[in-house]
């Protein structure tokens, strides 16, 4: 994958001027597959054919937050450009991103590691919330155990540097707040979460009009929506949409900030009751659309499909957790963990891509047709653990791999 988009190329020393000699790839490799699979540098050393002196000084040298980054950005993008990827879409109209968190227990405790007896027992851990379009991890961000991730959806969104731009959002419950349908929609996003329990939404349903004129309908609303509070002063949305989109004021600040205001503040209240007329709009789409429903549980499904790979990954070393003495290590280490994702999700898409390319040369479409419900993220053809060997030249010839291959 690094031969055919280059994405070592991003991983700049800390400080150029001094460096002595430029990181090789092989070194580059082997301290993310250490960091990623949570081995380690000195399990690594054993494992492999570098030296530890030689994988620590990558590693304090090369892996940093803005490195590892930027290589995630150019594997998503090149995969973006393969073939295979716009059959992935669910929607020909939309495309559909979806954000989850997975807990990872924290191997050393640090201000992040918070304890949660339902995921950690005993121990303390932390959340990955993740930003995933197509079977591509875009963005990640850790935050602690005790804190809600609902905060954090529109960051993870807005704060997208890839060229992958999802128009649908979807979230499990856990993804709901008072803010976030208007945050999206302010936007020009659509949030959809999947609701679990649609008897349940109907509490949440709100009317513009006099509540009396829907006694008649089967559906009723739960109450009315204060208008004048939305329609009076536009510019306490102005406001909040400038902090926003200069990106001075993350959400998870301004929520704490709403909810520090006064229940009769007009600004809360003003946020409160235009989330719940996009909200309510939703709703009803989401009740009365079959189509809706089915595309925002098979997004939601492929973050799922994500976290087994990125789970699997982390329990290379026999136990899922990160590693690292602080938050910041941590964060690196659950970088590198993504990258390690989207390169196993590009090998299988350039796969996929090659055998699309073939069954269109040939005019198969039963083959076609199958090829749409393959999903790329698979990794029982690839070997994590093991004795890695970096030094000796293997190239892989997709080409001899896919000779004998045949889905019908």
Excluded at 87 to 101: E, H, P, Q, T, V
Aim: net charge neutral; hydrophobic share 40%; glycine share 4%.
């Amino acid at each position: 994958m690094n031969e055919r988009c280059g994405f070592l190329s991003t991983m700049t020393p800390l400080q150029p001027r001094y460096a002595k000699k430029i990181a090789d790839a092989d070194s580059l490799m082997a301290v993310i597959i250490a960091q990623a699979t949570n081995l380690g540098n000195l399990a690594m050393s054993q494992t492999c054919d570098i030296p530890y002196h030689t994988l620590d000084e990558t590693y304090r040298q090369y892996c940093r937050l803005a490195t590892l980054r930027a290589a995630n950005d150019r594997v998503a993008n090149f995969i973006a450009q393969l073939p295979i990827f716009e059959y992935y879409s669910s929607d020909l109209g939309a495309l559909f991103g979806a954000i989850d968190g997975q807990k990872f227990a924290a191997a050393t405790p640090t201000a992040k590691a918070r304890h949660s007896r339902k995921y950690f027992g005993r121990e303390r851990g932390v959340v990955a919330s993740t930003s995933l379009t197509n079977h591509v991890a875009t963005l990640a961000n850790l935050i602690g155990a005790h804190e809600h991730e609902s905060h954090y959806v529109f960051d993870l969104c807005y704060h997208n540097t890839t060229d992958i731009a999802p128009t649908i959002i979807t979230g499990d419950m856990h993804s709901i707040n008072k803010m976030n349908f208007a945050a999206m929609y302010w936007f020009e996003m659509d949030f959809a979460p999947r609701f679990t329990n649609l008897q349940a939404q109907l509490k949440h349903l709100f009317c513009g009009d006099d509540i009396e004129q829907d006694d008649n309908f089967l559906i009723k609303p739960a109450g009315q929506i204060d208008l004048p509070a939305i329609c009076d002063d536009p510019c306490v949305f102005e406001q909040i949409i400038a902090s926003l989109s200069v990106k001075e004021m993350s959400q998870q600040a301004l929520v704490r900030k709403l909810c520090a205001l006064s229940p009769h503040h007009r600004t809360r209240r003003a946020v409160f009751e235009f989330d719940k007329l996009v909200r309510s709009i939703y709703t009803l789409r989401y009740m009365r659309d079959p189509q809706l429903q089915r595309n925002v549980h098979r997004s939601q499904n492929r973050i799922e499909a994500y976290h087994a790979l990125r789970g699997f990954i982390a329990e290379v070393s026999g136990r899922k957790h990160l590693i690292g003495k602080t938050d910041h290590d941590i964060a690196i280490n659950n970088e590198c963990g993504r990258l390690l994702a989207n390169v196993v999700t590009a090998f299988n898409s350039v796969l996929l891509s090659q055998l699309l390319e073939r069954y269109q040369r040939e005019g198969n479409e039963k083959a076609l047709a199958m090829l749409k419900k393959i999903s790329p993220v698979a990794w029982r053809h690839i070997h994590f653990l093991g004795h890695y060997t970096f030094r000796n030249e293997n190239p892989i010839d997709i080409a001899a791999m896919l000779a004998g291959l045949d889905l019908l």
